[in-house]
């Protein structure tokens, strides 16, 4: 064929090529599960009275994020016509619906919605915690007491149930069931709890158990963290107890090192930096771990280590040049250098307020050379995080926090990105937020 023709046939192909859709986010973190967002053409700063909110959409109680994939948004929230606010440690009976609703993405129209009575027995009631999983047209979501589903993304029906409490014996953990489930291969990972069954993998497409592993006090409340090591691909747990691994494929574990969380309170992923592991929890507690590299196995580096480390107790900390920058249990953000653990600086963050009242909050997400942060004070912020300190650069209240905390009110939900947007929900509305340029 003639060259000319050929540029010719090229050029009509393109033209006639649908445009490229942006990344979704159809999980916890984002498409990779690392909260970096890669959409180009984002703006810098905010338009005076800030970013315009492209639709609102009525939902009811949660801490659990939307997902969006597929041009539809996935949000799980709680019914209860009782007053849910009671104090922290304390558990109480409400009766409720728990809902997954899947909204438009463009416009925020309610497609479909799939609900089922639930009784709460744990402490902070509002509604579920974990942020649905969509994948290969079905949506996964885990409520607060365990009802496991996988419904069909584009018609929320019914593919497969599974309640965790009843299938593995045990109850639910203070704080609800909040370790976000993952998709590996064909399998689905989820905290489970019970005797020999902490963490379990389904097949994803009919929740039957394919392996079950560990046996802690208590679940806990950390999503694991896939990675390579030793020659060998592992799953890496953060326990209540311990600290361990298992083959993927299997559920065999390959080592564990004690790690005791006080109240079994260890929310974020474990992160990996180089050759080692880090995992915080609750009041002060933080370790770093060695993984051996001619086969499976890790020594403790060190471990509770005064004024080192971070105590994440509701936000993923953010890796970044081997700093590790998040919140700790005292209400201030740390950069922390890893692995030795040396605390870099502290501050508010985009948190503003003295004195702390502790586990102020704010999600972070990188895109291009700088960060979003939103606050739980409903604020949205933009900065730079170094290992010189946090500057920031912008910033606009874009929802209102109805929830309450340590006598303040707040807004815990991780967002998602997509399409040059932020969509982000308190107990009252969902917003899809315009961050394009």
């Known amino acids: 064929m003639p060259v000319r023709s050929s540029l010719l046939l090229a050029a009509a192909l393109l033209a006639a090529a649908p445009a490229a859709r942006a990344d979704d986010w159809p999980q916890w973190m984002g498409p990779k599960r690392d909260n970096v967002w890669r959409e180009d053409g ?63 993405q463009k416009t925020g129209k309610e497609q479909w919605k799939h609900e089922y ?31 496991l589903f996988c419904l ?44 020999g069954s902490h963490v379990v993998a389904l097949d994803k497409d009919t929740g039957k158990e394919v392996w079950k592993a560990g046996t802690q006090k208590e679940q806990g409340y950390s999503p694991v963290l896939v990675t390579e090591a030793g020659g060998k691909r592992q799953m890496v747990v953060a326990g209540t107890k311990s600290i361990y691994a298992v083959d993927p494929e299997t559920g065999r574990e390959y080592w564990s090192v004690p790690f005791a969380v006080d109240n079994g309170c260890v929310v974020m992923t474990p992160v990996r930096s180089g050759d080692h592991l880090f995992v915080g929890g609750y009041n002060g507690k933080s370790t770093v771990l060695k993984l051996s590299a001619d086969k499976p196995g890790a020594e403790v580096v060190w471990q509770n280590k005064r004024d080192h ?35 870099l600086w502290d501050g508010p963050g985009p ?36 290992p010189k300190g946090y500057e920031e650069t912008a910033r606009a209240k874009v929802i209102d926090p109805t929830n309450a905390a340590n006598g303040r009110k707040v807004v ?23 961050l394009a340029k």
């Open 42 to 104: 984002i703006l810098d700063t905010f338009p005076e009275g800030g970013p315009k909110v492209v639709w609102r959409a009525p939902v009811a109680g949660g801490y659990a994020g939307p997902a969006v994939a597929g041009d539809r948004v996935y949000v799980a929230d709680y019914v209860t016509a009782a007053d849910v606010k009671i104090p922290n440690f304390d558990r109480k009976e409400f009766s409720g619906t728990e809902r997954v609703l899947c909204l438009d």
């Open 309 to 343: 480390g971070l105590s994440p107790i509701n936000v993923q900390p953010f890796l970044e040049g081997g700093v590790l920058y998040g919140y700790d249990d005292d209400g201030n953000m740390y950069a922390v250098e890893l692995p030795g653990g040396k605390r």
């Open 351 to 386: 948190v503003p307020g003295e004195p702390r009242r502790g586990a102020e909050t704010a999600f972070i997400v990188k895109n291009g050379d700088r960060f979003f942060l939103f606050a739980d004070t409903g604020h949205l912020a933009v900065g730079k995080l170094t």
């Open 117 to 147: 009575p639930v009784k709460y027995t744990v402490s902070y009631p509002a509604g579920p915690r974990c942020t649905p999983t969509v994948h290969d047209g079905k949506v996964y979501t885990l409520g607060a007491e365990g009802n």
């Open 152 to 195: 069909d993304a584009a018609s929320g029906k019914v593919v497969w149930e599974k309640n965790l409490k009843a299938a593995y014996k045990t109850e639910s953990p203070l704080w609800g069931y909040a370790a976000h489930p993952m998709i590996d291969g064909k399998k689905l990972i989820t905290l489970a709890g019970g005797e």
């Open 412 to 434: 815990w939900c991780a967002p998602a990105y997509a399409d040059k947007k932020m969509y982000v929900r308190n107990d009252k509305e969902v917003v899809a937020v315009d």
